[in-house]
């Protein structure tokens, strides 16, 4: 469970196991959890995160876009 980063209580990170899926990448804190996809930018799923957190986790994801997608097409070889 490769962590790509953390942004104040977050932690950016997607599951090895994950190849077969489009790129994206979880978000936790605490036992709230997000996904949103790289390609574009959308939220997949989330739980127990507040819509208006889930605003500015999207922010993040936007802001950190090209790490994000580097960070997963090296891990998994896209």
């Given at each position: 469970?490769?962590?790509v980063m953390r942004i104040g209580?977050?932690?950016f990170f997607f599951y090895s196991n994950e190849r077969g899926e489009p790129a994206h990448i979880h978000i936790q804190r605490d036992q709230?959890?997000?996904k949103f996809w790289?390609?574009?930018v959308t939220?997949?799923?989330s739980k127990h995160?507040?819509?208006s957190e889930l605003t500015v986790l999207r922010q993040h994801v936007e802001h950190h876009l090209q790490a994000l997608r580097e960070a997963w097409n090296e891990y998994h070889g896209n």
């Amino acid at each position: 469970m490769p962590t790509v980063m953390r942004i104040g209580p977050y932690r950016f990170f997607f599951y090895s196991n994950e190849r077969g899926e489009p790129a994206h990448i979880h978000i936790q804190r605490d036992q709230s959890l997000a996904k949103f996809w790289l390609n574009p930018v959308t939220l997949a799923s989330s739980k127990h995160f507040a819509a208006s957190e889930l605003t500015v986790l999207r922010q993040h994801v936007e802001h950190h876009l090209q790490a994000l997608r580097e960070a997963w097409n090296e891990y998994h070889g896209n």
